[in-house]
């Protein structure tokens, strides 16, 4: 079946640096959606990418979808603490069907 | 409050009992999913309805699962006879047929002893 898998699985980064997560699927796509997820939350959507090649920004944040439609990144400029969470990419197929990558726990230092 | 509520938030339940959970979505939503979170672990899709009709069972939805949204609008997940693996977060989410955003309720975690 679909897998979505995520590198890494953990960052632990000062605050004030970048991070970047990374998302591949095994299949493609026919769009993919990013999420996060606060320890003891539940996931909150961030974006959708739809277009091959497409690139998205939401303020320090920057999201990118190949040009195969089958891997995606997430990158965050000057990381603050409020960015701590993990971070899942959510591959749709189909009806919506969501398959969700491993996460990338992020946790920001002061 | 207008999002996805789901009810309720924590249950704790001994093996071989059944429990049920609840979801209602935002009320114009007629796409419900249902999808399972371990620790640690991505959300894993388990049905999915489009008004009434549940149009999609995952196979990690064995026999002793069963989900029901009657009139299109709430929908009820059921499992028989518990066991400890069966422990996890239950999360809900719904969305816009011809929509792509999903919207997550907060979730029931269960733990079954």
């Known amino acids: 079946g679909q897998q979505v898998m995520q590198i890494p699985q953990y960052q632990h980064v000062q605050e004030g640096e970048d991070f970047t997560t990374y998302c591949n699927s095994s299949t493609t796509l026919s769009n993919i959606q990013w999420y996060k997820q606060r320890p003891g939350g539940h996931p909150v959507f961030l974006i959708q990418?739809?277009?091959?090649?497409e690139v998205k920004k939401q303020k320090r944040l920057t999201f990118q979808f190949g040009e195969a439609k089958k891997n995606s990144s997430l990158h965050i400029t000057a990381t603050q603490t409020t960015d701590v969470g993990t971070y899942f990419c959510a591959g749709a197929t189909g009806f919506q069907k969501l398959v969700f990558g491993t996460g990338t726990r992020l946790l920001v230092s002061p | 409050d207008t999002g996805v509520s789901q009810d309720p938030r924590h249950k704790i339940t001994k093996r071989g009992q059944n429990v049920t959970f609840r979801c209602d979505p935002i009320s114009e939503h007629n796409r419900l999913y249902w999808y399972r979170q371990t620790l640690g672990q991505g959300p894993e899709f388990l049905t999915y309805?489009?008004?009434?009709?549940?149009?999609?069972k995952s196979r990690l939805l064995s026999d002793r699962f069963s989900a029901e949204r009657p009139k299109g609008s709430f929908s009820t997940l059921e499992i028989q006879r518990t066991e400890q693996g069966d422990s996890a977060m239950y999360l809900c989410?719904?969305?816009?047929?011809?929509?792509?955003?999903?919207?997550f309720g907060p979730g029931t975690r269960l733990l079954v002893l």
């Open positions: 309805f489009q008004n009434e009709a549940q149009l999609e």
């Open positions: 989410a719904s969305s816009l047929a011809g929509g792509e955003t999903q919207y």
């Open positions: 990418l739809v277009k091959s090649g």
